[in-house]
């Protein structure tokens, strides 16, 4: 029933609308001209950009090749793991992997070549009589073999090498041979040697110290030696070709092939790959490295030119960006040969040719209703920048212009062609509707500039909402010129002038007429913004009064005849609660539990929602002493919508709860605690909700405590003969201002809400002057006493502001009035004050306590004292015991005299006898 009721009033609300063809709906409609964004994410299909099944099969064996051949020592998946990756990544069946895997083997195996750098040495053993010695070294290669036992199922991990200890043996005759040859018969002193297996030598290389071993037992050597040792290789196969390339060629070729399995795999966009390589795809990529002698530069440049050939299917330029960085840090001159320095020199030409295109495109292309746009545009902007300043740039492209002077250019011709677009996308044979979707299209991009200027005015150092609207300011005055001069038959000018002073005035053309002059306003509003001096448009200002002016009249009997529709359709709408009846008493009460627990989800849900939206736009932490109008605004209609919503919680009477409550005590059911269980609900969220907006506002008024604080201290400290009124002026007239901001657009409730936050501040201040300041003279107590009155009269406000009976009765102002009355009354008084209030007390209480205060002085011996002890003893033995720990405590001997405090108790029933 409660959705027919919904409905029956939105259509009432529809009929009200439609009743003028939603002539105010019209005025703000945003005009459907921008085609929307296309944001859809390129996926992977197949497995290569090259159609060419025989460059893809060479490919293919190239890969099986290298893992036939791996050479070093790496800890990583075995071989047939890593064929079964390569047969996924290029999607061969059985019998072609087969076939190409025979074809690898055909191949000769590459000659592995050991490269060895002795780096520096130290702790050397002195041979020389001067205590030095003329080191050198000379290197060979011994070869190993190795036997596998006979077992009925060999491993390979099984190998056993042999002992090599004659082949060293023999190697050291040699050099030694070598080493005397022309030495004139003088002999050369052993200094140590270092011996690994080459298998050990990891495939990307290794540098270390190597400690330096004895030939023999008798041998004496000491200290170590750094060296450089890695693998490479020389290819001798069968029918290859001569082409220095050939290595880089299909290292980038198989990081592509990779790359594009790796990503249909994930089944993610293009767009969204990280560039992230498993585990096997980066082994085989570096055994091929190894194995084709290409050095770190040549793998960062194949992966930079693997990557920048996946750019027609999307790939991102965020990788692209982090890739082009790595190229560029590892980049040297010499570093590479002159055909690679080519290939790299062809690539950044062509990328920067591609960024061009993009930035051109990129309100289309980054727009921000797509996925990581502005992720993507950042990349974009960093790629042209670390490109145009890198060095290799520079030297290979050295008539480029620098990067600032490029991206400005980029920005003015990008505006410029989104202008010629734009005026091409709007036409129509109606000149005022055509320049209307013309300004609707430039406000809507203006409107997303802080997309596109942020990252720019970071990288760049330029204002790219300054150049944009410049851009676009003078080719609209240029198109107004020609419309002006337009062979039409109504050209712009003649056609606004007909909108505005038909009488009777043409809805629509009224309707364009005035969006017209309100797309002007916001473009101008822009360009204030963003300091750009446009046009005078003045000429156009008598046709927009004219037109303001009819809409005005025209708007006045629209708005009655909706009025009167609206009171005709008008009917009373009873709660659907009240309409329903539940026959059983207990079901019935169970329902009014769940519909109190839904009203009650819902209103603190919506209090959530909207005080969430309200910290979304700023309004949350440290807010500064300036808010602007619009951010005021919203806090005002936040807090009112929440007061509105909490007044919904006001249904006691609607639920019947005290009939029902009177029904169950009858129906025999005991004691109705659920009513209990349902008021406390209620008054929970109701306590929940003022909760929230004492927290909003608190954030709205405390904002202004460090100025109330030094109006306060001037207060305190101002020259007693200064007028306490204009001693709180400053304060009061900037709690004044606060007021007068809020008070025109809050309920009455919550702008007394924000007189008593403000209160409250200046009441904990107050108190703080006078705990700061203690034992001041009573004039400065009483200054700040008759201050507070004076508050309190100024945030009674006439009967306006606060009653006087909360002001008074408010904890804070009883505790701050009670210590400024104490600080100002004479010690007399107070004496007297304390006694008084003790009397009180003793009226509250059911026995009364008179203190007798009795001093008894007398020389040691004398009467007195002895008249004191009689009269101590004549006391009835009930007070007597009460009074003798006093008496006995309050003793004391002091130069001679005696003093005896008697502290004399009486009860009521012994006074009145």
């Known amino acids: 029933m409660a959705s027919a009721a919904t409905d029956d009033v939105i259509s009432r609300l529809f009929r009200v609308q439609a009743s003028d063809n939603n002539f105010f709906e019209r005025i703000t409609q945003p005009l ?13 299909r197949n497995l290569t950009l090259n159609a060419d099944r025989k460059l893809l099969e060479a490919l293919y064996v190239e890969a099986l090749y290298t893992i036939t051949h791996k050479v070093g020592k790496e800890e990583c998946e075995s071989r047939e793991n890593l064929y079964k990756y390569v047969r996924s990544a290029f999607q061969g069946d059985t019998q072609l992997h087969n076939s190409l895997m025979e074809k690898a ?53 099984e190998a056993v090498k042999s002992p090599k200890n004659q082949g060293l043996g023999r190697f050291f005759k040699e050099v030694a041979q070598s080493a005397r040859a022309d030495s004139d018969d003088t002999t050369d002193d052993f200094l140590g040697c270092i011996s690994m297996n080459l298998s050990d030598i990891p495939p990307d290389g290794t540098e270390q110290w190597f400690t330096l071993q004895p030939r023999s037992e008798r041998s ?96 991102s330029f965020s990788l692209l960006a982090k890739t082009l960085q790595n190229i560029l840090d590892k980049w040297q001159p010499l570093t590479l040969d002159k055909a690679e320095e080519d290939m790299l020199t062809a690539s950044f030409s062509a990328f920067d040719s591609h960024c061009k295109r993009a930035f051109a495109e990129h309100r289309r292309r980054f727009h921000p209703s797509k996925r990581n746009a502005s992720e993507e545009f950042a990349s974009l902007v960093r790629c042209m920048k670390a490109l145009r300043d890198s060095p290799f740039y520079q030297k290979y492209l050295p008539y480029k212009r620098p990067f600032h002077a490029h991206l400005e250019s980029l920005i003015i011709k990008s505006a410029e062609d989104f202008f010629d677009e734009s005026v091409e996308m709007v036409q129509d044979e109606d000149p005022c509707k055509e320049l209307l979707k013309l300004l609707s299209v430039i406000n809507g991009s203006c409107s997303r500039f802080q997309q596109y200027a942020n990252i720019i005015r970071e990288v760049g150092r330029i204002d790219y909402c300054q150049l944009t609207l410049s851009t676009w300011d003078r080719m609209l005055n240029e198109y107004l010129t020609s419309e002006l001069m337009s062979e039409r038959k109504t050209d712009l000018r003649s056609q606004m002038k007909i909108s505005a002073n038909q009488d009777p005035p043409n809805e629509d053309d009224l309707v364009d007429l005035i969006r017209i002059h309100m797309a002007f306003v916001e473009l101008r509003n822009y360009r204030l913004a963003n300091r750009v001096r446009g046009k005078d448009e003045s000429e156009w200002y008598g046709i927009f009064n004219r037109g303001i002016k009819n809409f005005l009249n025209l708007a006045k009997e629209k708005a009655l005849a909706r009025i009167s529709l609206s009171c005709q359709l008008d009917v009373p709408m009873t709660v659907c609660w009240d309409r329903m009846d539940v026959s059983e008493l207990t079901l019935k009460i169970d329902y009014t539990r769940t519909l109190v627990d839904i009203l009650c989800d819902i209103v603190i849900t919506y209090t959530q929602k909207i005080f969430s939206n309200l910290d979304a736009e700023g309004f949350s932490g440290d807010l500064q002493v300036f808010v602007p109008s619009p951010l005021l605004q919203l806090l005002c209609s936040a807090i009112n919508n929440c007061e509105q919503v909490r007044r919904s919680l006001m249904i006691h009477e609607k639920l019947h709860l005290d009939d029902m409550a009177i029904a169950y005590e009858r129906a025999g059911h005991g004691s ?79 702008f007394l809400r924000v007189m008593s936050a403000q209160v409250g501040i200046v009441v904990r201040l107050l108190k703080e002057c006078v705990d700061e300041n203690p034992g001041m003279e009573p004039a400065f107590y009483h200054r700040l006493f008759e201050a507070w009155h004076v508050l309190v009269d100024f945030f009674h406000a006439g009967g306006k502001g606060l009653s006087t009976d909360v002001l008074e009765t408010a904890p804070e102002h009883v505790a701050l009035v009670k210590i400024l009355s104490l600080n100002q009354t004479p010690t007399q008084q107070l004496i007297e004050k304390y006694y008084k209030d003790l ?59 005696l003093i005896v405090f008697f502290l004399v108790l009486f009860d009521v029933t012994y006074q009145e006898n």
Not at 861 to 875: D, E, I, P, T, V
């Open 105 to 157: 083997k055909q191949n000769k195996p590459p000659v592995v070549l050991l490269n060895v750098l002795l780096l520096e040495a130290k702790d050397l053993i002195a041979k020389d009589i001067n205590g030095f010695s003329d080191p050198f070294a000379m290197m060979g290669v011994v070869p190993g073999k190795r036997e596998v036992p006979e077992v009925i199922e060999p491993a390979e991990e």
């Open 672 to 750: 109705p605690s659920w009513k209990v269980s349902v008021e406390q609900r209620l008054e929970q969220t109701d306590a929940t909700i003022c909760a929230e907006i004492d927290r909003v506002v608190g954030l709205l008024t405390s904002r202004l405590r460090p100025q109330m604080k030094k109006h306060v201290f001037h207060l305190a400290w101002s020259p007693t003969a200064h007028p306490v009124e204009d001693s709180l002026k400053p304060l009061t007239d900037m709690i004044d201002i606060e007021l007068s901001a809020v008070h025109k657009n809050l309920l009455h409730k919550n």
């Open 839 to 897: 009397l009180k007390q003793q009226v509250r209480y059911c026995e009364v306590f008179i203190f007798h205060y009795m001093v008894f002085c007398s020389v040691l011996g004398g009467g007195r004292a002895q008249r004191g002890r009689a009269f101590f003893a004549s006391l009835g033995s009930t007070q007597r015991d009460r009074a003798a720990p006093a008496a006995r405590a309050m003793t004391a001997k002091h130069n001679g005299f």
């Open 220 to 315: 004496k050597v000491s200290g170590s030696v750094k060296l450089k040792l890695w693998l490479s290789t020389r290819e001798e196969r069968f029918g290859a070709e001569e082409d220095d390339l050939l290595d880089v060629k299909e290292h980038i070729e198989l990081m592509r092939q990779f790359a594009l399995y790796e990503i249909r795999l994930s089944g993610a966009p293009v767009r969204l790959w990280d560039g992230v390589f498993p585990d096997k795809a980066n082994t085989i990529l570096r055994q091929h490295a190894v194995q084709g002698d290409l050095t770190e530069v040549h793998t960062a440049m194949c992966r930079w030119l693997a990557f920048h050939s996946m750019i027609s299917i999307d790939i």
């Open 32 to 44: 459907d001209v921008e085609q929307p964004a296309d944001d859809e994410l390129l996926t992977i």
